[in-house]
Structure formats: C-alpha cells, structure tokens
C-alpha cells in the first residue's frame, strides 16, 4: 500500500510555519504519509501592505527563499527539507539574524556549495518562488498566509500550534485536521492565541 502523499507550503522566517513543520516531520513518523515540501512567500503574499513591520522582514524572506530555490534548482527537491532545517533551526532556536553567515552555515551544513549563498539577492529567482507561492494559495484562497498543507484533494492553512505535538499525539492531531478539513463545507475555527511558539 502506497503512503498517502502531503505537500507542506512554508516561508523559513515564519515561526508559526516552523512550529508546524516539525509536528508533520512527526506525523511522518506514526502515520503513513510523505511530506513534499514547498516554498512560500510572505513577502510576496504581503507585497501591497503599508504595514512597517512586515516590510522590515521582507529582505529576510526573499533571502532565504532564494537560496532554498537556488539549492533546489541545482540539487533537487531533497535539499529542499534539510536547508529549511537547517536555516530554519538558526533562525528560530539560534537566534541568527538572516544574512550571509547564516545560509552560508545552513549551505555547509547540508552539504552543498557554499557559492549558493550569492545567490541570495539574486532577483531572477523570484519567479520560481512565486509560482511556488502561487500554487499553494489556489488550492486554499487569498486570505490565509503559511503554513499551507495539501493531503489529496484537500489543502487548508494551520494548523497553528505551540508546543508541536510528538508521537501518537501528533498522529491524533493529524488525523483530526485532516478530518475536519476534508468536510467540503467547513471553512474555519479559531481562537486567541494564548503563548507564542513552544520550540522545546
């Protein structure tokens, strides 16, 4: 019996994207899925706001994706997981600001050529991003940002989730979100968030 297939949408800078990554990497270990994963812009998807904030992280977003594809492009859909671990890891449990010394470490890291990290202002690359990007939002609308999942004919946003469950816990979740989103007329649900990202 063949696994069921996943596609899983993320931007390295998003901590929410993280913390749900890694509950899927976990789900991978107790139900019988295999997770594509997929790159996402939020500075594309936010690319009309005023809003300051999200513009100071749009450099941020555009770099790392940029190497990811880069790394993509040259070695193949494998790199694309461990350079998001390995980026993602310097960003959110590191601390690392994003910039050269950053990819240049997750690039060694990985085990691929540390020249890709010139490539991280390289604009010819945003195509590519884009269409990844865009080809996510179709399967879910306009209104929602990363993580995306997609599990057959049904994709959703979320889950939103801190701390990221592990073990059978994580498979229980899944398979609740996947049920829940496979109703054809369910749309939402929602609360507060009541703590920021868990990363233990």
Same mark, same amino acid.
């Given at each position: 019996?063949?696994?069921?297939?996943?596609?899983?949408?993320?931007? *390295?800078?998003?901590?929410?994207?993280?913390?749900?990554?890694?509950?899927?990497?976990?789900?991978?270990?107790?139900? %019988? !899925?295999? &997770?594509?994963?997929? !790159?996402?812009? $939020?500075?594309?998807?936010? +690319?009309?706001?005023?809003?300051?904030?999200?513009?100071?992280?749009?450099?941020?977003?555009?770099?790392?994706?940029?190497?990811?594809?880069?790394?993509?492009?040259?070695?193949?859909q494998e790199v694309v997981l461990?350079?998001?671990?390995?980026?993602?890891?310097? !960003?959110?449990?590191?601390?690392?600001?994003?910039?050269?010394?950053? $990819?240049?470490?997750? $690039?060694?890291?990985?085990?691929?050529?540390?020249?890709?990290?010139?490539?991280?202002?390289?604009?010819? $690359?945003? *195509?590519?991003? !884009?269409?990844?990007?865009? +080809?996510?939002?179709?399967?879910?609308?306009? %209104?929602?940002?990363t993580p995306l999942i997609r &599990?057959?004919? &049904?994709?959703?946003?979320?889950?939103?989730?801190?701390?990221?469950?592990?073990?059978?816990?994580?498979?229980?979740?899944? %398979?609740?979100?996947?049920?829940?989103?496979?109703?054809?007329?369910?749309?939402?649900?929602?609360?507060?968030?009541? &703590?920021?990202?868990?990363?233990?």
């Amino acid at each position: 019996m063949s696994k069921q297939q996943a596609e899983f949408w993320f931007d *390295p800078i998003c901590p929410w994207a993280w913390m749900t990554s890694r509950w899927i990497l976990e789900v991978e270990k107790v139900r %019988d !899925i295999d &997770v594509t994963f997929n !790159i996402f812009s $939020l500075a594309h998807l936010n +690319r009309e706001t005023t809003n300051e904030k999200y513009k100071e992280n749009f450099p941020k977003s555009w770099r790392s994706t940029r190497v990811i594809m880069a790394a993509k492009q040259a070695h193949g859909q494998e790199v694309v997981l461990p350079m998001y671990t390995a980026i993602g890891t310097r !960003i959110h449990l590191k601390k690392m600001a994003v910039g050269q010394e950053l $990819l240049s470490e997750a $690039l060694a890291e990985v085990g691929l050529p540390g020249d890709l990290v010139e490539r991280m202002d390289d604009e010819s $690359l945003n *195509p590519s991003i !884009i269409e990844s990007h865009e +080809r996510g939002i179709s399967l879910v609308g306009n %209104d929602v940002g990363t993580p995306l999942i997609r &599990v057959g004919d &049904v994709a959703f946003f979320g889950p939103v989730i801190s701390p990221a469950p592990k073990g059978e816990a994580a498979g229980k979740l899944w %398979d609740g979100v996947v049920n829940v989103a496979s109703y054809p007329g369910f749309f939402e649900i929602k609360r507060s968030r009541t &703590v920021g990202p868990i990363f233990d």
